[in-house]
């Protein structure tokens, strides 16, 4: 398998800049997901990758080669689009071996390779069918196939998801998910769906307006965003933030942050810091009670609803600014109710005025003492 290596690469529409200068190396035998809102950027990357597009400047590279000016037939790659891309009046089994045909492979060989995928997408049952007899969510997992039983060295998927019924949908991205794990090949995967990515990604690559904006493993891309855009991205719903005021420095190496939601107040270690400062906070991970205690303050209970899952998801309010806290049992009756909101200071992410992560130990002071976060 190869890895996919993008150098300095730039693509402009008519004086629009599209993609930034990125630099950027895809993993070989892993699954990439190229997340982000739409207009960002993804989709345009995985053209040029795929040769559908051509740079305004850069290079891309599979393993040593350099493929920039290649077409999209000698890069080896294979594609699946939003749509499902099958010849009509044929069966499924023959629209899985025509591409094969023109590479001149043995019988036994083609047929080893059908029967591998028509297998691993679970589509036994309609191998003999007319394609026009498949529903579209069927006729997208046949446009897998044909991609996959070439056995190229990367597979490039284009939101292949994103026309399929909703009924449809788990249906094959638990096919995906599973086709993945047995291939091991290097994948690039573009979605706007963050559950998906979440679902099938080895790593993600997070995009905003043709820049990279972080590339993790999912639930350290969760857990742990570098800016506020990745904080609220993902989720559902996303991160909560509030301002924090920052005090002036109580000794050589703190910063004092002050905010309605904070029981006491946080001591942020590293260089100064002046004005306000963003906390950001998981709604799961915000603690909400019927009990005072000492590092809760009390909340007016502004709004609940049931989630998926059977979560609730609350929005509460201090002093005129609003949180959200989802919770696995029901809290709070009605709204105007008092309740009691805890921030564990071990889940809270400061972020500056740019929105960018300060990476900085953080402790709390109770009753007069430091309380540290290991």
């Not at 795929?50 to 400047?57: I, K, R, V, Y």
């Not at 891309?221 to 993902?234: A, K, R, V």
């Amino acid at each position: 398998m190869s890895t996919i290596k993008i150098v300095n690469l730039r693509k402009e529409f008519k004086g629009n800049v599209a993609i930034e200068q990125l630099n950027f190396e895809f993993a070989s035998s892993q699954v990439t997901c190229l997340l982000g809102p739409s207009g960002c950027g993804k989709t345009t990357l995985l053209r040029m990758i795929a040769g559908l597009e051509t740079p305004t400047s850069g290079d891309i590279y599979f393993g040593d080669e350099r493929v920039t000016d290649l077409s999209p037939r000698r890069r080896n790659i294979g594609m699946v689009f939003q749509y499902p891309v099958v010849y009509r009046g044929i069966s499924v089994y023959r629209n899985i071996e025509l591409p094969l045909l023109s590479e001149k492979l043995p019988a036994a060989e083609r047929k080893r390779r059908i029967s591998n995928v028509i297998e691993m997408l679970g589509l036994q049952d309609s191998a003999h069918k007319d394609i026009t007899q498949l529903d579209n969510a069927a006729r997208q997992k046949v446009a897998v196939a044909r991609a996959v039983a070439r056995q190229p060295k990367i597979i490039l998927f284009d939101e292949p998801i994103t026309n399929v019924d909703t009924s449809s949908k788990l249906v094959l991205k638990r096919a995906l998910k599973e086709l993945t794990q047995q291939l091991k090949q290097t994948i690039v995967y573009v979605t706007h769906d963050q559950t998906e990515a979440m679902t099938l990604a080895d790593r993600i690559v997070l995009m905003k307006d043709g820049d990279i904006v972080q590339c993790d493993a999912p639930r350290s891309l969760y857990l742990q965003p570098e800016d506020t855009f990745g904080g609220w991205f993902l989720g559902n719903p996303g991160m909560d933030f509030f301002a924090a005021q920052c005090d002036a420095r109580i000794d050589t190496g703190h910063v004092r942050l002050r905010s309605p939601f904070l029981a006491e107040p946080i001591l942020l270690e590293g260089p100064a810091h002046a004005g306000e400062l963003t906390v950001g906070i998981r709604p799961e991970h915000v603690k909400v009670s019927h009990t005072p205690s000492p590092r809760a303050v009390a909340a007016r209970l502004v709004d609940k609803s049931i989630t998926v899952g059977g979560q609730y998801l609350l929005t509460v309010e201090v002093q005129g600014e609003r949180l959200k806290a989802k919770v696995e049992h029901q809290t709070g009756k009605s709204a105007d109710e008092t309740v009691w909101i805890e921030l564990p200071i071990e889940r809270l992410m400061v972020f500056d005025a740019a929105g960018e992560r300060i990476h900085h130990p953080l402790a709390a002071i109770a009753n007069g003492s430091e309380r540290r976060v290991d």
